[in-house]
């Protein structure tokens, strides 16, 4: 089933001489449960493209649509009811806010929504992110990995239906690293989740179901594969 389409979608930062097409006429479908890797050198266009799709960042032009529903298309509130429910974005540079401690961080989407907090959801996850004692730090007082596994709990603690990673691995060594994906395909597989993964390495685009590469904006390269591992 189509899950997810992108269409003719643009993004342009700028004017003048400043002027960027960051995302230049980008389409794409994508199926519920699929595993994608988006690849690409820096500037391409790969964190403006996942922004777009997670309803962060408006585009200039095109349609993001997510089950059926045209994402821009509703007003700011339902917007943000749908970003805090349905997609859950690990930002490359973690978000996490500085005043609040780890369950806070992770809890937020929810706290926010009203919902009561599932606390055998946060148990699982602060285990499997290895974050039981650091439950009360605050962001300053971890280190970079553990920042990005707060981030990664806060993605993942709603059970979203898209789980958009842009560059999770990214401060972390290729154990800690893969471990993080091992996380990220667990839940994925568990909950049915689409999962869209930006990355640099290809052992991690390997275990993808398909590889789309960006290059100045545009899709230039899109490939199913058989995954590894
Ligand atoms: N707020 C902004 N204002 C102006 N230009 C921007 C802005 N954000 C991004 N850009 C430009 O848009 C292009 C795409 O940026 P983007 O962050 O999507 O790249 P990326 O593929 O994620 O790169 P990286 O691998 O370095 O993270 C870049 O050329 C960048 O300079
Ligand atoms: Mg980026």
Redesign the pocket.
Known sequence: MEFLKVEDLCKV??RGENR?A?LDHVSLSVEQGDFIAIV?S???????LLHAIAGVDIPTSGRVLLNGQDVYAQSSEKLAVFRRRQVGLIY?FHNLIPTLDVVENITLPIRMDRRRVNRERLEELLELLGLQDRRNHLPNQLSGGQQQRVAIGRALMNAPAVVLADEPTGSLDSRNGQEIIRLLKESHRKYRQTLVIVTHDETIALQANRIITIADGTVVRDERQVPLG
């Open positions: 930062y700028g960027v960051a690409g820096s500037g391409s266009g790969k964190s403006t490359q």
